[in-house]
């Protein structure tokens, strides 16, 4: 009975030894089963990296060009403190992007010349807007006026508005001449109209036997403006 009692003992603890081994065993199973995934995971990762690394490129520098790896173009512009830019995503002809190193100071001046194209845009907008409109031109008539002189007088305004001049007139009488002053402003409104539009008064002022406005040249494009709205 004692021999039977100590044998149970001894199989239930060799038992509990053992069960802890199994069950290590079994992790280790699983472990070993899921790292061939967490591997290839890795191994594509790595790939990919290395894919990217040895992507060939076409690398300009002063008058060269090559052909070389971007990592090693990377590389190349640490070595040299340098910035690599990229000119073109892909070209169509070598089926490769397109970089260059520069200087830190060569992409200085290449910022500092793309503001200053913007800016030299924009002044040159307003450069020709202000060259249009040149200095001013003024005539006085008198009321009594001949028609010889008249004619004259509306030559000379007709060549200044070509020439784009702003004209200031200033028409002049006396008390019994207020007809004769609006007749010669009605042929000056008139000479500026036909053919075709040349000039736009503005600024009219009367009072008395006094009569003042200004003249402004018509551009090129406000003539078509114009001659359109007319048509319409």
């Not at 060269?64 to 000119?87: F, I, P, Y």
């Not at 200053?116 to 040149?134: C, H, I, L, R, W």
């Not at 003024?138 to 508005?161: F, P, V, Y």
Request: charged fraction near 25%.
């Amino acid at each position: 009975m004692t021999f039977l009692l100590r044998n149970a003992i001894q199989t239930l603890a060799v038992r509990n030894v053992l069960r802890p081994l199994h069950t290590n065993t079994g992790y280790l199973s699983l472990y070993q089963r899921q790292r061939p995934n967490d591997v290839g995971d890795e191994s594509g990762a790595s790939a990919q990296k290395k894919k990217s690394s040895s992507l060939k490129i076409t690398l300009l520098q002063n008058q060269n060009v090559t052909v070389t790896s971007l990592e090693e173009a990377k590389n190349l512009a640490k070595r040299r403190s340098m910035q690599l830019v990229q000119v073109q995503k892909l070209d169509t002809k070598t089926q490769r992007p397109v970089y260059k190193l520069v200087s830190s100071a060569e992409r200085l001046q290449e910022e500092l010349s793309d503001l200053k194209g913007g800016q030299d845009k924009d002044t040159s907008g307003a450069s020709e807007k202000a060259s249009q409109k040149k200095s001013e031109k003024t005539l006085n008539i008198g009321s009594r006026i001949s028609d010889h002189d008249l004619a004259s007088r509306l030559k000379n305004i007709s060549k200044w508005l070509s020439k784009h001049h702003e004209v200031r007139i200033l028409i002049q009488g006396n008390e019994s001449d207020l007809s004769s002053c609006e007749k010669i402003y009605k042929s000056i409104e008139e000479s500026i109209k036909t053919p075709e539009p040349i000039g736009k008064i503005v600024q009219k002022r009367a009072k008395g036997s006094v009569i003042k406005f200004n003249i402004l040249p018509i551009i090129n494009s406000e003539k078509t403006t114009s001659a359109s709205s007319t048509n319409q």
